[in-house]
């Protein structure tokens, strides 16, 4: 399995960006995909969860800000961020679980994370003016 991460970048305050996360070696149409953060020093923080069937769910930090999607035909897990303050600054990890299915939101929860097995190597988004 490999998941690669693209799109971060510096942006400034109110800005946008669409993160990518390209995936190979497991069934990305039949398996729920995530979209996680990490500042320095900080624990992990899961973002974002797309079933399969395109269905999404999101961390209350987020809700209404960044939207994720995915085109399963090309196997690649978008992550559509607008409105970007400081606090959003940090690296953007794509992750996958090891089995197929639906996910559903409890995958959200920190104690959960041990089921995303796969990870990306990030793409460090900075927001600064």
């Known amino acids: 399995v490999q998941l690669v991460e693209s799109g971060g970048g510096l942006v400034q305050p109110g800005g946008s960006l669409r993160l990518s996360c390209a995936a190979s070696?497991?069934?990305?149409?039949?398996?729920?995909m995530a979209w996680f953060r990490q500042v320095p020093g900080k624990e992990r923080e899961a973002l974002a969860v797309s079933e399969y069937d395109s269905t999404s769910i999101y961390a209350a930090s987020v809700q209404g800000r960044f939207a994720v999607s995915r085109d399963n035909a090309k196997e690649i897990l978008y992550l559509q961020m607008d409105n970007l303050t400081p606090d959003d600054t940090a690296m953007y990890y794509c992750?996958?679980?090891?089995?197929?299915?639906?996910?559903?939101?409890?995958?959200?929860?920190?104690?959960?994370?041990?089921?995303?097995?796969?990870w990306g190597q990030g793409t460090q988004v900075t927001v600064s003016s």
């Open positions: 070696g497991l069934k990305f149409s039949e398996i729920c």
């Open positions: 992750a996958a679980p090891p089995n197929i299915g639906l996910c559903g939101p409890s995958r959200l929860r920190e104690e959960n994370y041990d089921r995303w097995v796969h």
